[in-house]
């Protein structure tokens, strides 16, 4: 995989990770503003496991996007 694929990938899957937490935390929201549990149409449980996959998913790009950078600094230093 070349490093600008690399780099790439990571950010797309941390900007994906991103928009998951917003996702779900707008639906946690929701659930906290309705008056009782039976009212609500979210699933609390669900939407908390959606945020502990989506901050795994932004920590595994972010380090993704960390060894392409230091890939890149690699190579600028053989290079100069």
Avoid: C, H, W, Y
């Avoid at 900007?15 to 917003?22: F, G, K, T, Y």
Wanted: charged share 20%; no cysteine.
């Amino acid at each position: 995989m070349e490093i600008n694929g690399a780099m790439n990938s990571g950010i797309t899957g941390f900007q994906r990770a991103s928009s998951q937490v917003d996702q779900s935390a707008a639906k946690l929201a929701s659930a906290a503003a309705t008056p009782t549990a039976a009212e609500s149409t979210v699933n609390v449980t669900d939407e908390l496991v959606s945020l502990k996959v989506a901050e795994q998913s932004g920590l595994a790009s972010g380090e993704v996007i960390k060894t392409a950078d230091e890939m890149m600094g690699t190579l600028i230093d053989i290079r100069v």
